[in-house]
C-alpha cells in the first residue's frame, strides 16, 4: 500500500476509534489492530528506505541518550497515534480558521487564488 493511502486509512481510523462509545470496546480492540499494522507496515517500509528520509524514520533511527537504546516498536505506535491525531486536529483547524478568514477578506482569496493558478502553471502535467 502506499504511503498516502495508508496515511489516509490511518487517519480514518484514528478518527473511528476517537468517536467509539462505551461498550464497544470489541470494535476498539479491531481497529487498533488494524491500525498498529499500518504502522508496523510502514516501520518496516522506512527501514528498508522505500519512503525516504521521514519524521518516521528519524524516531527509528534515534537512540536515548541515557541508554543508547533505539525506540521500542510499541513506542514508536504510541508515538504515530499521537502525531496523527494532533496532526489531524491541527490542520483540520487551521483549514477552518483560514476558510472562514478568507470568507471574510475577499481580497485576500482573489490574491490566493491568483497565486494558486501561476504556481500550478509552472508545474508541468498540472491544471492552472
Known sequence: MDPVTMLQCTRHTMAVLLHLQAGQERLYNQLKVQLQGMVEQLVEETRRGELGDTLLSSLISERSPATGLYVRQSLLFSHFATLLVAGH???????????YHLSQNPQWEQRLRAEIRVSASQRPGQRP
Not at 89 to 99: D, H, Q
Open 89 to 99: 486536529e491541527t490542520t483540520a483547524n487551521t483549514m477552518g480558521f483560514l476558510m
